[in-house]
Protein backbone atom coordinates (compact mmCIF):
# COMPACT_ATOMS: atom_id res chain seq x y z
CA UNK A 1 0.00 0.00 0.00
CA UNK A 2 1.56 3.62 -0.84
CA UNK A 3 -1.09 5.55 1.10
CA UNK A 4 -1.50 7.68 -2.62
CA UNK A 5 -3.66 11.27 -2.63
CA UNK A 6 -6.94 11.18 -5.01
CA UNK A 7 -4.77 13.70 -6.85
CA UNK A 8 -1.46 11.55 -6.80
CA UNK A 9 -3.66 8.13 -8.29
CA UNK A 10 -5.38 10.53 -11.09
CA UNK A 11 -1.88 12.17 -11.87
CA UNK A 12 -0.33 8.41 -12.64
CA UNK A 13 -3.56 7.51 -14.55
CA UNK A 14 -3.08 10.86 -16.73
CA UNK A 15 0.49 9.76 -17.58
CA UNK A 16 -0.32 6.05 -17.67
CA UNK A 17 -3.44 5.60 -19.89
CA UNK A 18 -5.06 7.63 -22.58
CA UNK A 19 -7.03 9.57 -20.24
CA UNK A 20 -8.81 9.05 -16.89
CA UNK A 21 -12.20 7.51 -16.34
CA UNK A 22 -13.27 7.88 -12.90
CA UNK A 23 -14.56 3.75 -12.16
CA UNK A 24 -10.62 3.50 -13.34
CA UNK A 25 -9.86 6.05 -10.72
CA UNK A 26 -11.78 4.36 -8.03
CA UNK A 27 -10.18 0.81 -8.63
CA UNK A 28 -6.61 2.50 -8.42
CA UNK A 29 -7.20 3.98 -4.87
CA UNK A 30 -8.72 0.89 -3.76
CA UNK A 31 -5.61 -0.73 -5.16
CA UNK A 32 -3.27 1.98 -4.22
CA UNK A 33 -0.39 0.42 -5.57
CA UNK A 34 1.09 1.86 -8.71
CA UNK A 35 3.67 -1.38 -9.09
CA UNK A 36 0.73 -3.89 -8.96
CA UNK A 37 -1.52 -1.65 -11.52
CA UNK A 38 1.48 -1.91 -14.31
CA UNK A 39 1.61 -5.23 -13.48
CA UNK A 40 -2.27 -6.50 -13.83
CA UNK A 41 -1.94 -3.75 -17.59
CA UNK A 42 0.78 -6.06 -18.45
CA UNK A 43 -0.48 -8.83 -18.64
CA UNK A 44 -4.33 -7.66 -19.90
CA UNK A 45 -5.32 -8.73 -23.04
CA UNK A 46 -5.37 -6.52 -25.73
CA UNK A 47 -7.24 -5.77 -28.77
CA UNK A 48 -5.45 -5.91 -32.52
CA UNK A 49 -5.43 -2.44 -34.74
CA UNK A 50 -5.93 -5.15 -37.46
CA UNK A 51 -8.79 -6.72 -36.44
CA UNK A 52 -10.62 -3.73 -35.10
CA UNK A 53 -10.30 -2.08 -38.63
CA UNK A 54 -11.43 -4.82 -40.38
CA UNK A 55 -14.39 -4.51 -37.78
CA UNK A 56 -14.30 -0.86 -38.54
CA UNK A 57 -14.99 -2.04 -42.18
CA UNK A 58 -17.56 -4.40 -41.68
CA UNK A 59 -19.92 -2.32 -39.69
CA UNK A 60 -19.63 0.26 -42.12
CA UNK A 61 -20.52 -1.95 -44.95
CA UNK A 62 -17.61 -0.61 -47.26
CA UNK A 63 -15.78 -3.57 -49.54
CA UNK A 64 -12.40 -2.19 -48.53
CA UNK A 65 -10.27 -0.71 -45.41
CA UNK A 66 -9.29 2.78 -45.23
CA UNK A 67 -7.23 4.73 -43.20
CA UNK A 68 -9.90 6.88 -41.92
CA UNK A 69 -10.99 2.91 -40.13
CA UNK A 70 -7.64 2.52 -39.32
CA UNK A 71 -7.23 5.46 -37.20
CA UNK A 72 -11.73 5.61 -35.79
CA UNK A 73 -9.96 1.76 -34.96
CA UNK A 74 -7.25 3.26 -32.75
CA UNK A 75 -9.99 5.48 -31.29
CA UNK A 76 -12.22 2.39 -30.60
CA UNK A 77 -9.49 0.51 -28.77
CA UNK A 78 -8.46 4.00 -26.35
CA UNK A 79 -11.45 4.75 -25.62
CA UNK A 80 -13.03 1.69 -24.78
CA UNK A 81 -9.97 -0.96 -24.26
CA UNK A 82 -8.90 -1.95 -21.28
CA UNK A 83 -5.18 -2.50 -22.03
CA UNK A 84 -4.12 1.53 -21.74
CA UNK A 85 -1.01 1.19 -20.22
CA UNK A 86 -0.06 -0.35 -23.83
CA UNK A 87 -2.12 1.93 -25.49
CA UNK A 88 -0.18 4.29 -24.23
CA UNK A 89 3.24 2.96 -24.48
CA UNK A 90 2.72 2.31 -28.24
CA UNK A 91 1.42 5.82 -28.98
CA UNK A 92 4.79 6.92 -27.40
CA UNK A 93 6.43 4.56 -29.51
CA UNK A 94 4.74 5.02 -32.49
CA UNK A 95 6.50 8.88 -31.93
CA UNK A 96 10.03 7.19 -32.08
CA UNK A 97 9.71 4.53 -34.63
CA UNK A 98 7.70 6.48 -36.95
CA UNK A 99 6.14 5.46 -40.07
CA UNK A 100 3.43 7.19 -41.90
CA UNK A 101 0.07 6.81 -44.24
CA UNK A 102 1.29 10.25 -45.81
CA UNK A 103 4.18 8.19 -47.58
CA UNK A 104 2.33 7.67 -50.93
CA UNK A 105 4.33 3.58 -50.81
CA UNK A 106 2.12 3.06 -47.62
CA UNK A 107 -1.42 5.31 -48.34
CA UNK A 108 -2.74 2.21 -49.82
CA UNK A 109 -2.32 -0.05 -47.09
CA UNK A 110 -4.56 0.67 -44.26
CA UNK A 111 -3.83 -2.47 -42.87
CA UNK A 112 -0.64 -2.98 -43.36
CA UNK A 113 -0.11 0.47 -40.76
CA UNK A 114 -2.85 -1.14 -38.76
CA UNK A 115 -0.05 -4.11 -38.78
CA UNK A 116 2.62 -2.04 -37.89
CA UNK A 117 0.96 -0.42 -34.95
CA UNK A 118 0.36 -3.93 -33.35
CA UNK A 119 4.26 -4.92 -33.85
CA UNK A 120 4.51 -1.57 -31.62
CA UNK A 121 1.68 -2.76 -29.26
CA UNK A 122 3.20 -6.01 -29.30
CA UNK A 123 6.44 -5.35 -28.36
CA UNK A 124 5.71 -2.15 -25.86
CA UNK A 125 7.03 -4.32 -22.86
CA UNK A 126 9.61 -6.50 -24.19
CA UNK A 127 13.55 -5.60 -24.71
CA UNK A 128 13.90 -2.92 -27.38
CA UNK A 129 16.48 -5.06 -29.16
CA UNK A 130 13.67 -7.52 -30.03
CA UNK A 131 11.24 -4.21 -30.60
CA UNK A 132 14.19 -3.05 -33.32
CA UNK A 133 14.56 -6.16 -34.65
CA UNK A 134 11.24 -6.54 -35.41
CA UNK A 135 10.62 -2.79 -37.16
CA UNK A 136 13.74 -3.30 -38.93
CA UNK A 137 12.39 -6.10 -40.72
CA UNK A 138 8.60 -5.18 -41.19
CA UNK A 139 7.61 -4.24 -44.87
CA UNK A 140 6.30 -0.92 -43.57
CA UNK A 141 9.56 0.54 -42.20
CA UNK A 142 11.22 -1.09 -45.07
CA UNK A 143 8.94 1.07 -47.87
CA UNK A 144 9.07 4.22 -45.57
CA UNK A 145 13.11 4.17 -45.03
CA UNK A 146 13.52 2.48 -48.74
CA UNK A 147 15.61 -0.08 -48.18
CA UNK A 148 13.40 -2.88 -49.20
CA UNK A 149 15.20 -4.31 -52.17
CA UNK A 150 17.94 -2.88 -51.09
CA UNK A 151 21.14 -4.30 -53.07
CA UNK A 152 24.91 -4.79 -51.85
CA UNK A 153 27.04 -2.69 -54.15
CA UNK A 154 28.59 -5.89 -55.54
CA UNK A 155 25.41 -6.33 -56.73
CA UNK A 156 24.10 -3.43 -58.43
CA UNK A 157 27.00 -1.58 -58.70
CA UNK A 158 26.07 1.48 -56.77
CA UNK A 159 25.75 2.42 -53.23
CA UNK A 160 22.95 1.11 -51.10
CA UNK A 161 20.53 3.23 -49.92
CA UNK A 162 21.65 4.82 -46.57
CA UNK A 163 18.09 5.84 -45.31
CA UNK A 164 17.65 3.66 -42.77
CA UNK A 165 20.98 3.24 -42.14
CA UNK A 166 20.86 7.11 -40.79
CA UNK A 167 17.42 6.96 -39.28
CA UNK A 168 18.00 4.03 -37.01
CA UNK A 169 21.09 5.90 -35.42
CA UNK A 170 19.64 9.11 -35.55
CA UNK A 171 16.45 8.66 -34.26
CA UNK A 172 15.87 5.23 -33.41
CA UNK A 173 18.35 4.25 -30.65
CA UNK A 174 21.68 6.20 -30.69
CA UNK A 175 20.57 10.11 -31.27
CA UNK A 176 22.88 12.73 -33.44
CA UNK A 177 25.29 13.53 -30.28
CA UNK A 178 26.98 12.06 -27.79
CA UNK A 179 25.33 12.15 -24.25
CA UNK A 180 26.32 11.89 -20.68
CA UNK A 181 24.64 8.80 -18.40
CA UNK A 182 21.70 11.73 -17.63
CA UNK A 183 21.17 12.66 -21.00
CA UNK A 184 22.80 15.77 -21.37
CA UNK A 185 25.29 16.12 -24.50
CA UNK A 186 28.95 15.41 -24.28
CA UNK A 187 30.79 18.47 -25.20
CA UNK A 188 34.30 19.22 -27.09
CA UNK A 189 36.98 21.49 -26.14
CA UNK A 190 35.15 24.48 -28.23
CA UNK A 191 32.04 24.26 -26.07
CA UNK A 192 30.49 22.45 -29.10
CA UNK A 193 28.52 18.89 -29.45
CA UNK A 194 30.49 16.04 -30.49
CA UNK A 195 28.25 13.77 -33.11
CA UNK A 196 28.12 10.41 -32.23
CA UNK A 197 28.69 8.67 -35.88
CA UNK A 198 29.63 10.09 -38.68
CA UNK A 199 29.71 9.26 -42.60
CA UNK A 200 31.28 5.85 -42.29
CA UNK A 201 29.35 4.55 -39.92
CA UNK A 202 26.58 5.34 -42.07
CA UNK A 203 28.16 3.74 -45.23
CA UNK A 204 28.79 0.77 -43.14
CA UNK A 205 25.19 0.72 -41.60
CA UNK A 206 23.83 0.81 -44.84
CA UNK A 207 25.77 -2.37 -46.22
CA UNK A 208 24.04 -4.36 -43.56
CA UNK A 209 20.68 -3.56 -44.80
CA UNK A 210 21.19 -5.02 -48.07
CA UNK A 211 19.23 -8.15 -49.03
CA UNK A 212 16.19 -7.85 -47.80
CA UNK A 213 13.29 -8.52 -49.54
CA UNK A 214 9.43 -8.52 -48.94
CA UNK A 215 7.84 -11.90 -49.09
CA UNK A 216 6.18 -12.19 -51.76
CA UNK A 217 3.68 -8.99 -51.85
CA UNK A 218 2.71 -9.26 -48.43
CA UNK A 219 2.64 -5.79 -46.60
CA UNK A 220 2.38 -7.55 -43.02
CA UNK A 221 4.89 -10.66 -42.84
CA UNK A 222 8.56 -10.02 -42.12
CA UNK A 223 10.82 -9.53 -44.83
CA UNK A 224 12.92 -12.56 -45.42
CA UNK A 225 16.86 -11.87 -46.37
CA UNK A 226 18.45 -13.20 -49.68
CA UNK A 227 22.46 -13.15 -48.88
CA UNK A 228 22.74 -13.35 -52.56
CA UNK A 229 21.99 -9.63 -52.37
CA UNK A 230 23.50 -8.69 -48.85
CA UNK A 231 26.47 -7.15 -48.81
CA UNK A 232 29.10 -9.74 -46.58
CA UNK A 233 32.14 -7.83 -46.63
CA UNK A 234 33.35 -6.92 -42.87
CA UNK A 235 32.45 -3.96 -41.89
CA UNK A 236 33.20 -1.46 -39.05
CA UNK A 237 30.19 0.28 -37.13
CA UNK A 238 30.63 2.91 -34.41
CA UNK A 239 34.03 1.69 -33.88
CA UNK A 240 32.90 -2.05 -33.43
CA UNK A 241 33.87 -5.12 -36.19
CA UNK A 242 31.25 -6.73 -37.86
CA UNK A 243 32.83 -9.96 -39.24
CA UNK A 244 32.55 -10.75 -42.75
CA UNK A 245 30.45 -13.52 -44.31
CA UNK A 246 27.77 -13.32 -41.84
CA UNK A 247 24.03 -14.07 -43.49
CA UNK A 248 22.07 -10.64 -43.43
CA UNK A 249 19.52 -11.36 -40.39
CA UNK A 250 22.85 -12.78 -38.62
CA UNK A 251 24.32 -9.59 -38.80
CA UNK A 252 21.12 -7.33 -37.98
CA UNK A 253 21.44 -9.40 -34.91
CA UNK A 254 24.93 -7.82 -34.53
CA UNK A 255 24.48 -4.41 -35.09
CA UNK A 256 21.36 -4.67 -33.47
CA UNK A 257 23.68 -5.61 -30.19
CA UNK A 258 26.36 -2.80 -31.21
CA UNK A 259 23.13 0.04 -31.21
CA UNK A 260 22.09 -1.28 -27.88
CA UNK A 261 25.60 -1.26 -25.99
CA UNK A 262 26.07 2.38 -27.39
CA UNK A 263 26.32 4.57 -23.91
CA UNK A 264 23.91 7.08 -25.88
CA UNK A 265 20.83 4.49 -26.59
CA UNK A 266 20.00 4.02 -22.81
CA UNK A 267 19.85 8.14 -21.96
CA UNK A 268 18.00 8.80 -25.49
CA UNK A 269 15.26 6.29 -25.59
CA UNK A 270 14.89 6.58 -21.70
CA UNK A 271 14.20 10.22 -22.24
CA UNK A 272 12.65 10.32 -25.41
CA UNK A 273 10.05 8.35 -23.22
CA UNK A 274 10.02 10.36 -20.56
CA UNK A 275 8.88 12.96 -22.90
CA UNK A 276 6.04 11.26 -23.89
CA UNK A 277 4.36 10.23 -20.89
CA UNK A 278 6.03 12.63 -18.03
CA UNK A 279 7.53 15.96 -18.91
CA UNK A 280 8.98 17.67 -21.60
CA UNK A 281 12.02 18.91 -19.65
CA UNK A 282 12.74 16.17 -17.47
CA UNK A 283 15.79 16.32 -15.13
CA UNK A 284 18.76 15.23 -15.95
CA UNK A 285 18.63 13.12 -12.50
CA UNK A 286 15.32 11.49 -13.45
CA UNK A 287 16.81 10.78 -17.09
CA UNK A 288 19.90 9.02 -15.23
CA UNK A 289 17.77 6.61 -12.93
CA UNK A 290 15.40 5.28 -15.77
CA UNK A 291 18.45 4.69 -18.25
CA UNK A 292 20.52 2.96 -15.43
CA UNK A 293 17.17 0.30 -15.38
CA UNK A 294 17.44 0.28 -19.41
CA UNK A 295 21.38 -0.36 -18.85
CA UNK A 296 21.17 -3.17 -16.53
CA UNK A 297 18.18 -4.79 -18.00
CA UNK A 298 18.94 -4.43 -21.14
CA UNK A 299 16.37 -2.43 -22.44
CA UNK A 300 13.71 -4.69 -20.91
CA UNK A 301 10.86 -1.96 -21.67
CA UNK A 302 8.66 -3.31 -19.05
CA UNK A 303 11.10 -2.26 -16.38
CA UNK A 304 12.01 1.16 -18.02
CA UNK A 305 8.16 2.19 -18.38
CA UNK A 306 7.74 1.22 -14.45
CA UNK A 307 10.69 2.84 -13.36
CA UNK A 308 9.97 6.54 -15.62
CA UNK A 309 6.02 5.96 -14.15
CA UNK A 310 6.56 4.87 -10.60
CA UNK A 311 10.27 7.79 -10.24
CA UNK A 312 9.80 10.04 -7.28
CA UNK A 313 9.93 12.70 -9.86
CA UNK A 314 5.77 11.45 -10.88
CA UNK A 315 4.47 12.75 -7.56
CA UNK A 316 6.20 16.41 -7.63
CA UNK A 317 3.12 18.59 -8.66
CA UNK A 318 2.94 22.27 -10.21
CA UNK A 319 6.86 21.60 -11.09
CA UNK A 320 7.77 22.91 -14.41
CA UNK A 321 10.19 19.66 -15.05
CA UNK A 322 7.05 17.14 -14.26
CA UNK A 323 4.89 18.83 -16.85
CA UNK A 324 3.98 18.93 -20.38
CA UNK A 325 1.51 20.05 -22.94
CA UNK A 326 -0.97 17.76 -23.40
CA UNK A 327 -0.82 16.92 -27.26
CA UNK A 328 -4.05 17.69 -29.02
CA UNK A 329 -5.15 14.00 -29.74
CA UNK A 330 -4.47 13.32 -26.33
CA UNK A 331 -6.62 15.77 -24.95
CA UNK A 332 -9.35 14.52 -27.44
CA UNK A 333 -9.01 11.02 -25.96
CA UNK A 334 -9.50 12.04 -22.16
CA UNK A 335 -12.42 14.19 -22.33
CA UNK A 336 -14.83 11.35 -24.28
CA UNK A 337 -13.07 8.77 -21.72
CA UNK A 338 -13.94 10.83 -18.49
CA UNK A 339 -16.95 11.36 -20.16
CA UNK A 340 -17.63 7.80 -21.06
CA UNK A 341 -19.17 8.82 -24.31
CA UNK A 342 -20.97 6.04 -26.37
CA UNK A 343 -22.84 5.80 -29.63
CA UNK A 344 -26.35 5.45 -30.27
CA UNK A 345 -28.39 4.08 -32.95
CA UNK A 346 -26.93 0.52 -31.94
CA UNK A 347 -23.20 2.04 -33.18
CA UNK A 348 -19.95 0.22 -31.35
CA UNK A 349 -17.70 2.14 -33.15
CA UNK A 350 -15.78 5.70 -33.91
CA UNK A 351 -16.43 7.34 -36.74
CA UNK A 352 -14.47 10.63 -37.42
CA UNK A 353 -17.46 13.05 -35.93
CA UNK A 354 -14.02 14.36 -33.76
CA UNK A 355 -12.72 15.42 -36.97
CA UNK A 356 -9.10 14.70 -35.62
CA UNK A 357 -7.16 15.59 -38.87
CA UNK A 358 -7.35 19.46 -37.98
CA UNK A 359 -8.71 19.55 -34.48
CA UNK A 360 -5.53 18.05 -33.51
CA UNK A 361 -3.44 18.17 -36.61
CA UNK A 362 -1.64 14.74 -35.52
CA UNK A 363 -3.16 10.84 -35.80
CA UNK A 364 -1.80 8.00 -35.10
CA UNK A 365 1.22 6.87 -37.66
CA UNK A 366 -0.13 10.42 -39.65
CA UNK A 367 3.05 12.66 -39.05
CA UNK A 368 4.32 14.30 -42.07
CA UNK A 369 8.24 12.87 -41.82
CA UNK A 370 10.35 9.94 -39.83
CA UNK A 371 10.93 13.29 -37.23
CA UNK A 372 7.31 13.01 -36.41
CA UNK A 373 4.93 15.79 -35.29
CA UNK A 374 7.89 17.63 -33.89
CA UNK A 375 11.10 17.65 -32.56
CA UNK A 376 11.85 16.53 -29.01
CA UNK A 377 13.50 19.58 -28.01
CA UNK A 378 11.30 21.86 -29.82
CA UNK A 379 10.34 25.14 -28.25
CA UNK A 380 8.10 28.24 -29.17
CA UNK A 381 9.73 31.52 -28.92
CA UNK A 382 9.03 33.63 -25.71
CA UNK A 383 9.38 32.58 -22.00
CA UNK A 384 9.71 28.98 -22.61
CA UNK A 385 12.79 29.67 -25.21
CA UNK A 386 14.16 32.14 -22.94
CA UNK A 387 14.07 29.49 -20.05
CA UNK A 388 15.80 27.03 -22.04
CA UNK A 389 12.69 25.15 -21.86
CA UNK A 390 11.20 22.65 -24.56
CA UNK A 391 7.57 22.16 -25.91
CA UNK A 392 7.45 20.25 -28.45
CA UNK A 393 3.74 20.14 -28.36
CA UNK A 394 3.04 23.14 -29.13
CA UNK A 395 4.53 22.68 -32.94
CA UNK A 396 0.96 21.53 -33.98
CA UNK A 397 -0.79 23.84 -31.33
CA UNK A 398 -2.06 27.05 -32.92
CA UNK A 399 -5.54 29.19 -33.33
CA UNK A 400 -6.64 27.43 -36.23
CA UNK A 401 -6.40 24.00 -34.97
CA UNK A 402 -7.53 25.13 -31.08
CA UNK A 403 -10.64 26.64 -32.80
CA UNK A 404 -11.33 23.45 -34.38
CA UNK A 405 -10.74 21.65 -30.99
CA UNK A 406 -12.92 23.48 -29.36
CA UNK A 407 -15.55 23.37 -31.77
CA UNK A 408 -15.16 19.22 -30.93
CA UNK A 409 -15.52 19.93 -27.20
CA UNK A 410 -18.27 22.74 -27.40
CA UNK A 411 -20.74 20.13 -29.78
CA UNK A 412 -19.64 17.33 -27.30
CA UNK A 413 -21.32 19.11 -24.51
CA UNK A 414 -24.04 20.56 -26.44
CA UNK A 415 -25.41 19.12 -29.12
CA UNK A 416 -24.34 15.48 -27.81
CA UNK A 417 -24.81 16.21 -24.34
CA UNK A 418 -27.57 18.52 -23.70
CA UNK A 419 -29.39 17.93 -26.63
CA UNK A 420 -28.70 14.57 -26.47
CA UNK A 421 -31.99 12.80 -26.85
CA UNK A 422 -32.70 15.15 -28.99
CA UNK A 423 -31.13 12.39 -32.27
CA UNK A 424 -30.28 8.56 -31.84
CA UNK A 425 -27.43 8.39 -34.68
CA UNK A 426 -25.03 5.26 -34.28
CA UNK A 427 -22.03 7.87 -36.35
CA UNK A 428 -21.98 10.32 -33.34
CA UNK A 429 -20.34 9.83 -29.75
CA UNK A 430 -22.58 11.24 -26.51
CA UNK A 431 -22.52 11.93 -23.50
CA UNK A 432 -25.03 11.51 -20.18
CA UNK A 433 -22.78 13.78 -17.17
CA UNK A 434 -25.87 12.94 -15.23
CA UNK A 435 -24.32 13.75 -11.73
CA UNK A 436 -23.46 17.17 -12.92
CA UNK A 437 -26.74 17.71 -13.78
CA UNK A 438 -28.31 16.65 -10.73
CA UNK A 439 -25.51 19.34 -9.05
CA UNK A 440 -26.54 21.93 -11.41
CA UNK A 441 -29.84 21.29 -11.12
CA UNK A 442 -30.18 21.32 -6.94
CA UNK A 443 -27.45 24.39 -7.28
CA UNK A 444 -25.34 22.41 -5.15
CA UNK A 445 -22.65 24.47 -7.28
CA UNK A 446 -19.39 23.92 -4.61
CA UNK A 447 -20.31 19.88 -5.61
CA UNK A 448 -20.39 20.61 -9.56
CA UNK A 449 -16.86 22.36 -9.42
CA UNK A 450 -15.35 19.85 -7.33
CA UNK A 451 -16.65 17.08 -9.69
CA UNK A 452 -15.23 19.02 -12.50
CA UNK A 453 -12.14 19.03 -11.27
CA UNK A 454 -12.27 15.22 -10.19
CA UNK A 455 -12.94 14.28 -13.82
CA UNK A 456 -10.76 16.92 -15.66
CA UNK A 457 -8.08 18.44 -13.54
CA UNK A 458 -7.09 15.68 -11.02
CA UNK A 459 -8.96 17.09 -8.51
CA UNK A 460 -7.84 20.43 -7.96
CA UNK A 461 -9.29 24.17 -9.58
CA UNK A 462 -7.89 27.17 -9.21
CA UNK A 463 -9.77 30.01 -7.60
CA UNK A 464 -9.75 32.11 -10.84
CA UNK A 465 -11.92 28.68 -12.81
CA UNK A 466 -13.87 28.39 -9.68
CA UNK A 467 -14.92 32.32 -10.04
CA UNK A 468 -15.25 32.28 -14.16
CA UNK A 469 -17.52 28.96 -13.68
CA UNK A 470 -19.52 30.19 -11.09
CA UNK A 471 -20.34 33.60 -12.95
CA UNK A 472 -21.84 31.23 -15.77
CA UNK A 473 -23.81 29.25 -13.55
CA UNK A 474 -25.02 32.87 -11.74
CA UNK A 475 -26.17 34.09 -15.13
CA UNK A 476 -28.76 31.23 -15.63
CA UNK A 477 -32.39 31.55 -14.26
CA UNK A 478 -33.71 28.98 -12.01
CA UNK A 479 -35.40 27.74 -14.99
CA UNK A 480 -32.34 27.30 -17.22
CA UNK A 481 -30.03 25.89 -14.54
CA UNK A 482 -29.28 23.23 -17.43
CA UNK A 483 -27.87 25.11 -19.96
CA UNK A 484 -25.12 26.06 -18.03
CA UNK A 485 -23.95 22.45 -17.82
CA UNK A 486 -22.38 22.31 -21.02
CA UNK A 487 -20.83 25.86 -20.86
CA UNK A 488 -18.86 24.81 -17.55
CA UNK A 489 -17.30 21.43 -18.80
CA UNK A 490 -16.60 23.29 -22.54
CA UNK A 491 -14.77 25.80 -20.50
CA UNK A 492 -13.47 23.43 -18.12
CA UNK A 493 -12.01 21.35 -20.70
CA UNK A 494 -10.73 24.47 -22.80
CA UNK A 495 -8.64 25.95 -19.84
CA UNK A 496 -4.85 25.99 -19.26
CA UNK A 497 -5.67 23.78 -16.49
CA UNK A 498 -6.63 21.13 -18.44
CA UNK A 499 -4.43 21.45 -21.30
CA UNK A 500 -1.34 21.43 -19.25
CA UNK A 501 -0.78 18.18 -17.19
CA UNK A 502 1.66 19.09 -14.25
Same mark, same amino acid.
Given at each position: ???????????????????????? #????????????????????????????? /?????????????????????????????????????????????????????????????? =??????????????? #??????????? +???????? !???????????? /??????????? *???? =?????????? #???? +??????????????? *?????????????????????????????????????????????????????????????? !???????????????????????????????????????? &??????????????????????? %?????????????????? &?????? !???? *???????? %??????????????????????????????? !?? *????????????????????????????? #? =?????????????????????????????????????????????????????????????????????????
Amino acid at each position: MEGLTTRQAARFLDMATMGVKPQE #LEDLLSLDDRQAWISEQVSIDYQRHVERT /QYQQQQRGEAQASQDMRVCAWFDIALWGSAQLRQRVAFALSQILVVSDKDANLAAHPLALAH =YYDLLSEHAFSDYKS #LLYHVSRSPVM +GHYLTFVG !NLSKQASGVDPD /QNYAREVMQLF *SIGL =YRLNPDGSQQ #LDGN +GKPIPSYDDNDIEAL *SRTFTGWFADGDSMTAPMVAHDAWHDMGEKQVLGKMVSANLGADEELDVVLEILLDHPNTAP !NISRLLIQRLVSSNPRPAYVQRVAEVFTNTRGDLEAVVRA &ILTDPETLLEHDLHVAKLREPIL %ALCYVYRALEAFPKGGGD &IVYNSM !NYTE *SCQQYPLG %ADSVFNFYQPDDSPQGDLADNGLAAPEFKIV !NW *SQSIKLSNVFYKLARTYGQDRNKSNSKTE #L =YIAPLELENAIEEWRLADAFQLLAATFLNGEMSSQLTERLQAICEAHSENRRQDAVWKIIFFTVFSPEFMVME
